[in-house]
């Protein structure tokens, strides 16, 4: 059955087009992902399908009684409400239906003739359908949604103005999961999601007999919760459908790519070719070499010929390569690289980094948490290793301190000779204020504006008029895309990176994982991304308990916690 259909939708902000003619289609059982470059329109599209934003033009057309669940980024609460409270309100005609249907039950087991059971069996086979419908007998309880959310050690009765801003989010998926709608709209739902939790959650999204329509930047996840994927495209503003998984669309994208590049390629040997053509008017032999008195007619005959068809040519040429100018393939995008020059065997024998006994307190009295106790730990020339734990473990602060950029409680970190740190941040602190983005990126760069500038530039982070760009009026994603830029210029050797995953659309996040995967020296990064953990955590190393625990791969991390 068909769930939702958005015919030829179009949304303006002022004179920004955010959504140009986007249609698509959501049938029961389809499982759909919303994928594109931030602030390219998803969760205004989402909001369009909730009825919270109107279109300009247009129109969302939902199957008659169809119900809409839209898990927000940004969840209203009722915070006097306690957990139990807003469960309950949020499953609404389901708990009523069971509740009405129990009652049923009861008359039917004190009915005094067979008028008043044919009744009630009909009453309640009605009120079964009603609840088979709505999905009430394939739902979970309320106890196995929370639990596998990683709420379950919460009080039922307790106020959610109580809670912490991650364990509100999941209190509401919870909720919004357990009211079973037809239609499930889920914005970024693995925010604050632990492992565990994500995983639960995959799973019960494999079972959903309604309509899914995600955005999410967690590619993993896509490729266990969607069977397609719709990409809104930041230059035209409209949407288009890929079957398949993440896996299958981001392939599909490579492909796409490496077409575009051989075709290009093709073109810029045509344009070649074209100049040559071009430049040779003028240069045929038979224009340069004078009739002898014997042969003047056979050379006026001839040499008329030669000339109007080497004119022809020529004029073919310049008439072509005009076309081409007019309209000329895009040129590809040049991948990223970080020094590319650089060989680990610069370091010889020693390590790069290398820190012990690292400690590290909240507060100043001897019985605040211990954040690190006596952690040690060796970054060597090829370490590939990714920090795994719980927020608020220690893994920002191990990673500050090895940066030093800040100083621990008691331990050192040594830094070998020659070492070069790239620190990629989480938290945005180190960004400049009051200046653009080119002056923030050329800062103590060697090179003149023009060189630095197209070097910016050939990283196809940023398109030429941003460069002016203000950095503090920058989203958190474009804020993100600076510090990369400012990364690879800074030609590294040892990279430090602090949820790289953050805040980058999945097509930017491809190419910077393609430039770490080709950087030929050691990486440590903070992260809970899967699929980068997977791809470039040989190492896992854990912080918990103030502890440091070493995995040698996220299979055997995963074992370990099974």
């Known amino acids: 059955m068909n769930l939702l259909t958005v015919t030829n939708l179009t949304r303006h902000f002022g004179n920004t087009v955010v959504l140009e003619n986007v249609s698509l289609l959501v049938n029961t059982g389809d499982a759909v992902g919303l994928v594109g470059p931030n602030g390219v329109g998803k969760t205004t599209l989402l909001e369009i399908i909730a009825g919270n934003l109107s279109a300009d033009a247009g129109a969302v057309t939902l199957a008659p009684a169809c119900t809409i669940g839209y898990l927000a980024q940004t969840l209203p609460f009722d915070e006097s409400e306690s957990i139990a409270q807003h469960i309950s309100s949020a499953r609404g005609d389901l708990d009523a239906l069971a509740a009405e249907m129990r009652a049923v039950e009861l008359a039917l087991a004190v009915a005094g003739n ?310 990629l941040e989480q938290e945005q602190e180190q960004l400049a204020q009051g200046v653009t983005i080119y002056e923030h990126y050329a800062n103590g760069l060697i090179g003149d504006w023009e060189t630095l500038k197209t070097e910016l530039m050939t990283t196809n982070l940023f398109t030429w008029p941003e460069l002016a760009r203000p950095v503090e009026a920058l989203s958190v994603g474009q804020k993100r895309k600076v510090q990369i830029a400012r990364l690879l210029a800074l030609q590294a050797n040892v990279l430090l990176l602090d949820e790289p995953t953050n805040h980058i659309s999945l097509d930017v996040l491809e190419v910077f994982e393609q430039a770490l995967a080709a950087f030929a020296g050691p990486i440590v990064a903070v992260s809970h991304d899967r699929r980068f953990i997977e791809r470039f955590g040989e190492e896992i190393w854990e912080v918990r308990d103030g502890a440091l625990r070493r995995f040698l791969g996220w299979d055997a991390y995963r074992a370990a916690h099974a």
């Open 114 to 423: 067979e008028r008043d059971t044919n009744r009630l069996l009909a009453k309640y086979e009605a009120l079964s359908d009603t609840f088979e419908a709505r999905g009430g007998y394939a739902s979970f309880s309320a106890d196995e949604v929370l639990a596998g959310l990683g709420l379950g050690a919460l009080d039922p009765a307790r106020p959610i103005v109580s809670l912490s801003g991650g364990e509100k989010a999941r209190v509401g998926l919870a909720a919004l999961l357990l009211r079973n709608p037809d239609l499930l709209l889920l914005d970024e739902p693995t925010n604050h999601l632990d492992f565990d939790a994500l995983e639960w959650l995959e799973d019960y999204l494999a079972g959903w007999r309604g309509g899914l329509l995600i955005v999410s930047h967690d590619r993993r996840f896509l490729d266990k919760s969607v069977r397609a994927i719709v990409e809104i495209d930041a230059a035209t503003h409209t949407a288009t459908r890929c079957a398949g998984n993440y896996t299958a669309f981001a392939q599909a994208k490579a492909q796409q790519l490496a077409r575009m590049a051989e075709a290009w390629e093709a073109q810029q040997e045509e344009i070649r070719e074209l100049k040559r053509i071009v430049r040779s008017k003028g240069r045929q032999v038979a224009h340069n070499r004078g009739p002898t008195d014997s042969d003047g007619f056979t050379y006026s005959f001839k040499g008329a010929r030669v000339d109007a068809t080497v004119a022809r040519n020529v004029h073919a040429a310049e008439e072509k390569l005009a076309r081409i100018a007019a309209d000329p393939l895009p040129r590809p995008p040049r991948p990223l690289a970080i020094n590319t020059a650089f060989d680990p065997a610069q370091f010889g024998s020693k390590q790069p980094l290398v820190a012990h006994a690292l400690s590290m307190r909240y507060g100043d009295s001897a019985q605040d948490r211990a954040i690190l106790d006596n952690v040690s730990c060796e970054i060597g020339p090829r370490t590939r290793a990714v920090v795994v734990g719980a927020n608020g473990a220690g893994k920002s602060t191990l990673l500050k301190i090895l940066a030093g950029m800040l100083r621990p409680d008691s331990g050192s970190v040594t830094r070998a000779p020659g070492v070069i740190l790239g620190y």
